[in-house]
Structures are given as C-alpha cells and as structure tokens.
C-alpha cells in the first residue's frame, strides 16, 4: 500500500476517532462533580489523553514502504 493511500485512510479513521471521543467526553461530562477543580481535572485528562490510542495509527501512516 502506498504512502499516500496509508495516510488518506489514516486521516478517515483519525477525524472518526475524534468525534466519537468528543461526543464520548460530552456523555461522560455528565457524571463529572459540578466543581470547578473536577471540571478542570477532567476537561484536561481527556483533552491530553485522545492522541494515546492515535500512535500506533499515526507510526503506521508513516511507516515507509
């Protein structure tokens, strides 16, 4: 497979991976104490957290042929 296809297939999965954790992190929000410092915990470990499960894509969109 060829560089070009890895990365447009790459890209696909990687806008679908984010929306779904968007909307995975607005359903959970819900269970989140209305504190401001909860809020912020929980705001910032799922903002820094999404590209975690993205490496392994992200090594193979551009491993080389």
Do not use: C, N
Not at 26 to 43: C, G, I, K, N, Q
């Amino acid at each position: 497979m060829g560089a070009r296809t890895r990365k447009a297939i790459g890209s696909v999965i990687v806008v679908a991976f984010v929306t779904a954790w968007i909307w995975a992190m607005a359903s959970l929000s819900m269970f989140v104490p209305r504190h401001w410092a909860a809020e912020m915990v929980f705001y910032a470990v799922a903002g820094l957290f999404w590209g975690v499960p993205l490496l392994p894509l992200i090594r193979w969109m551009q491993a080389k042929d």
